[in-house]
């Protein structure tokens, strides 16, 4: 577990109390094989990790403009109700999502992390959004646009990896393991949208 | 519409009598903005399409064989009860998988599109699996395991899409645009798999 100490709000990677994934570790490794995700990718993501550290405001600013630009996504953070945005709540979870880039590039796949990642899917989908920053926003995120996400958080990432002059072939390894690892949390995120026994 | 005229069992990409998406052409110009999908990318896969229209069966072999590598992905080529892969089933899939790369850089996303996408979802769920080609092999593809092989499709067209001269950045491109054009796919094949009204 490389679950870092922080005093983010609500932020749970590495809580003991949080309920166990349903998913096993060799179900977790299936995936990891389908995704062609390995050793080598881990070494990319640390890599990319000591990259982006310092550019993390950067990359959310890009991240919270698009989603700004596309109402059916800032549909997610606006009050049922009135619709107006909630600011509050867009900077509650900016915070996470900051640490959630780190998290990407240095976690451990294991038990803790997986929980964590089924907690991440909770809070999109109806069963648990809106709880942990106690709003009043839609109830949930649809699934196809959590799962659409993975291509803009995948292709926005490759100028900053680029940036501080690693060698192309290095940027592609790095990028392929962040859209990899990206994926793969994406899939995680979706189990609880699926009919039982079908994920 | 550009169904193409096959003699394929089974393919129905144009078919009038398939049963309608529920998704409306609204919902689905949505999900090609999140993906940052535009006419770039539909040019971009039209050329991607001439440059691999006569490498078809190498990409096959190629996707074929990473499949039969991994048991949990043959798994869903299996006979029930038997465990034996089924390869009239196998070969079956393969003649619509090869189709599918072409009409993956050719398709208008309209409705006979998208009519053929919730078909292909159908076809990987409980709901319609082995039905087309008459066989009685495992019930249904796990959603995490269709999801995940966004990755290898995307990976592993790469070296095709660049072995005809294309300048780097073309070849970036179509690989965009490819992978992109995939997840979208993927996407809508999940719908069956998801509790009503969260997708």
Redesign the interface.
Known sequence: MNAPATDIPGYRYGDPLLAPSPLTPA?LA??E?????GPDDVAALKRAGTIVADRIEAILDVWYGFVAS?P??LAAFREHGTGEPIGAYLTAVRRRFGQWILDTCNASHDAAWLAWQEEIGRRH??SGKNRTDGVNASP?V????L??????IS?TMRPFLAEKGAAPAEVDAMH?AW??AV??Q???W??P???EG??
Request: charged share 15%.
């Open positions: 179900a299936e995936l094989a389908s995704l062609l995700f596309q059916h996504l989908h109806r949930y649809p699934l196809r646009h799962l659409a996400l993975v291509m803009p292709l392929a859209t990899k994926l793969l994406a899939i995680l979706a189990r949208y699926v009919t079908e994920f």
